[in-house]
């Protein structure tokens, strides 16, 4: 499939066949987590611009206390009582991240459960984005909101994999980053997420 053929149908019915096999699961060493996981859901926005597929980040704010200050993300956090769902979640933090109303977003499905080394385990909600629309971030939580064509995110030559111990064993894990766009990093679990999504959906060769 190109991204030409992409359309909100298209996507939606690939997640709903295939979204339960990506992404792939890194395998921590026995006991290296004290506690089960916490649930979290996070919204991958997408949404066309000029007949383009473009994915939305955001930049979070620096905070000295935030083991994720100053990364590039997507939109979400832990669930709460108010929540239902991992859908309600996503679209209850983008709302409050980057004012995106709910009513402006087309859910299009999930990927599978991702077990993250800070130790959550995330529902990547997969969502369109009813464009143009004006978002306006939370500067307590959010530093700037920005958006990468998919065309650039899936030229191979614009991302790598490099390697990671685990702190405390001599366990390696991979870590993919990708080249600055515009300024921004995006790489670890974000980076990932959107390798995953973009594999699934077919602009990148699922066995690089």
Partial sequence: MTLFDLDCTAISRILADRGHHLPEQVIYPTGYFRRPPAPASVLIPLFRENGEW???????????????????????????????????????????????????????????????????????????????ITLIPDDREVSRIFSIPVSWLADPANHRVSWKTL????????????????????????????LSLLKLIGVINPHR
């Fill in 167 to 194: 702190k405390n064993t001599k366990e390696d894990i991979p870590v993919i980053h990708f080249e600055r766009y515009e300024g921004e990093l995006l790489w670890g679990i974000t980076a990932k997420l959107t």
């Fill in 54 to 132: 473009r994915v939305l980040y955001i930049r979070r704010s620096e905070h000295e206390d935030d083991h994720h200050s100053g990364q590039v993300a997507f939109p979400g956090g832990k669930l709460e009582d108010v929540d239902s769902n991992a859908f309600d979640a996503a679209l209850r933090e983008a709302q409050e991240e980057i004012g995106l109303d709910p009513a402006h977003v087309s859910i299009l499905g999930t990927l599978k459960e991702y077990h993250t080394i800070s130790n959550f385990m995330v529902t990547p909600v997969v969502g369109e984005i009813n464009w143009p």
